[in-house]
């Protein structure tokens, strides 16, 4: 009887035995999983950090560009020519393309890492990308009317302002010559201006979208960084 007492508590000791390890192993492997979302969710919080300096740059960029398509609109070529060369550089020749980044976040989501992480910010990734997708679209809706219609009008209808040449603004191979006011006069640069300005505004209520989304999702991995 009391060999069997014995054998009893002995058997109590390695199932508490077992159980404690089990716990510890469970609670070391709970460590390591916080440990990894949390590194993970910091490199998504870079990125998004990234890509919010990237749109403030490029929204700046855009409102040059509008504030000169706006200019050019308002006087008809009637000013001075530094003036006209800075419209013109802005408004004409530059985009205001968006770039991103995102690398981490593209990272993450090739791999299991992005299944472990809370559920609404996988969604708040996986709308994140759909929004920058639009964003790109209409990116290269811009860059295909820079090519098709508005680089033929620089170079055949509008003789750049010497200013503008002297720049390096524009790497385009031709003479500087004078400025040839009739050309923003004419219907052909009203309705490029127009179409230009019609893409921006699309653009920018895409891009509107885009920067609170960017925020909301900031916010929560903030949120799920303090939790862990």
């Known amino acids: 009887m009391k060999s069997l007492k014995s054998a009893a508590g002995e058997l109590v000791l390695i199932v508490a035995g077992v159980m404690i390890a089990l716990s510890a192993d469970a609670w070391m492997e709970g460590q390591r999983a916080q440990r990894d979302e949390g590194a993970n969710l910091r490199a998504i919080l870079g990125d998004l950090d990234a890509a919010v300096a990237a749109l403030d740059e490029s929204n700046a960029s ?55 992480l809370p559920f609404s910010i996988q969604q708040g990734i996986s709308r994140l990308n759909r929004l920058v997708h ?71 209520t895409r891009r509107a979208e885009l920067a609170a989304h960017l925020s909301d999702l900031r916010r929560q991995i903030l949120n799920r960084l303090e939790e862990i």
């Open 62 to 116: 855009q409102d040059r560009i509008r504030a000169g398509l706006r200019s050019l609109l308002l006087t008809g070529g009637d000013a001075n020519p530094d003036s006209l060369a800075t419209w013109v550089e802005h408004g004409l020749y530059r985009l205001g393309t968006y770039e991103p980044g995102l690398g981490a976040v593209g990272a993450i989501e090739q791999t299991d890492a992005i299944s472990r």
């Open 134 to 204: 639009w964003v790109e679209t209409t990116d290269e809706d811009l860059t295909r009317s820079q090519q098709i219609i508005i680089d033929p009008f620089l170079t055949q209808r509008y003789a750049l302002a010497p200013a503008l040449l002297r720049s390096g603004a524009v790497a385009l191979d031709i003479e500087p010559g004078p400025i040839d006011r009739e050309g923003l006069r004419s219907t052909e640069f009203r309705s490029i201006a127009v179409f230009k300005l019609a893409l921006l505004d699309t653009d920018a």
